[in-house]
Structure formats: C-alpha cells, structure tokens
C-alpha cells in the first residue's frame, strides 16, 4: 500500500492549458504539503494544508490553487501552464514526530 | 528563516571507501534536521533524522549523522559505500513549532554522491 500517493506520474502540456495534479495519504497525517523541484534539484514548499486548512502559502503565482477537500487529499491545480512550470511537484505529509513521507512525485512537462 | 547550506555539491569517492555529506544550517529557532536519498528519477527517501536526544543518528543503508549545535552542521557519513549508494543526498530542517506536525522542511541544494567501482 503506498503511503503517499500522487497521480499522474508524468503529465506532457502545452502552454496555456489547465491541469491538474492529484495527491492522497493514508498515513493518517494532518499535514499535506506539495514542494516544487526544479530543473536543478532545488527543492522549494509551495503549499501547506493542515486539516484542510491552508497555512502555509509561499511565493506562489496565483495560477496555482491547492485543494483540500479531506485531510487525506491535497490536489493542485494549475492555469494557464507556463514552460516555467516545467518541474517535478512532490506531494508529501507529516504527523506526530515530525515523520515528512513524500509521494513519488509527478514530472510536469510544458511544451 | 532557516536556511540549510550543503558545502559540496557533487562527491566522488570508490567503492568501499569512507564519504562525508556536509550540511550546515541556519535558523534563530531550534530545529528538527533530515537526511533524504532521491535516486534517478524517483522519490525522496528518507535516511534519518534528529528530533531530540543523542547527537549521533543511525540510519538506513548504513548512514549515520552526527548533530553539532555549537558548529549548527548535520554531517551525513558511511564508512564504506556501495555503488547503490549512487543518489542526490538532501539535508533538511524543520522548525520546532510548539509540538505542532506541520513546520515546513526547507532543504539545502543537494550534493550528488558518485560512487565509482
């Protein structure tokens, strides 16, 4: 059973076009998080949710919007993709002890 | 604001020889330090981390770190590798926040281990 589950794998779009991401944990955890890494490994948080609130918000255009309809799921949307976009976004959770689990990431390609 | 800074950037050394991964942090609050393995296009796994207690933490694979206060570093070493051990190696923190679970990790650069035969 994955813990931190993310879907799609790999997601080829071009400019302009709205996609989504999906992301679900059954660990149990009140956190969700989605981190950016980007096309020299640096990875950056984006989104915080805990129990379905939204706590954390870095610097992030507001074409991205995460959702969280449950504290099991942390979906993020993107408007409008932009070749900048082009990354790999992690999805990961945390709970008790500070135990980070993170999702086998999604590589989005903007074309 | 914390900050972590990974002093090299890529590492090679041979099979069955020692490794150090350095990691140096910054942060006016105290933390909580990681150690993550990503493979080629994989995940991130996490190797160890220091919460509270002794300084030296054992991890999987055979890795350990060693947390320092005074110098605020959280070397990562393995007294013989493998060429499994080939990866991206990232040293994160998290705040200490009130015993809350959602502190946000913040990561160093990464340092690329090379492990050659």
């Known amino acids: 059973d994955t813990a931190v589950s993310q879907t799609p794998k790999y997601l080829v779009t071009q400019m302009g076009n709205d996609k989504s991401i999906k992301c679900e944990q059954n660990?149990?955890?009140?956190?969700m998080y989605w981190y950016k890494q980007d096309s020299k490994k640096f990875l950056k948080i984006m989104f915080s949710?805990?129990?379905?609130?939204?706590?954390i918000n870095e610097t992030v255009p507001n074409r991205f919007s995460p959702k969280s309809p449950d504290k099991a799921h942390l979906n993020l949307h993107i408007n409008s993709l932009e070749l900048g976009d082009s990354a790999v976004y992690f999805c990961?959770?945390?709970?008790?002890?500070?135990?980070?689990?993170f999702g086998s990431g999604t590589r989005l390609t903007v074309v | 604001a914390q900050s972590v800074t990974q002093l090299d950037s890529q590492v090679p050394v041979f099979e069955e020889a020692p490794v150090e991964l350095r990691c140096n942090y910054s942060?006016?609050?105290?933390?909580?330090l990681f150690w993550y393995v990503q493979y080629p296009n994989q995940g991130l796994q996490l190797l160890l981390k220091?919460?509270?207690?002794?300084?030296l933490v054992k991890g999987i694979n055979g890795f350990e770190a060693e947390f320092n206060k005074s110098q605020t570093s959280f070397h990562l070493r393995k007294p013989s590798v493998h060429i499994s051990d080939t990866a991206e190696y990232f040293c994160?923190?998290?705040?200490?926040?009130?015993?809350?679970?959602?502190?946000?990790?913040?990561f160093g650069q990464g340092t690329i281990l090379t492990v050659h035969p």
């Open positions: 990961a959770s945390s709970g008790h002890h500070y135990g980070y689990t």
């Open positions: 660990l149990g955890h009140d956190t």
């Open positions: 949710y805990n129990n379905k609130e939204l706590i």
């Open positions: 942060s006016s609050v105290s933390v909580y």
């Open positions: 220091y919460l509270s207690g002794s300084t």
């Open positions: 994160a923190v998290s705040s200490v926040a009130g015993g809350t679970s959602y502190g946000k990790l913040t």
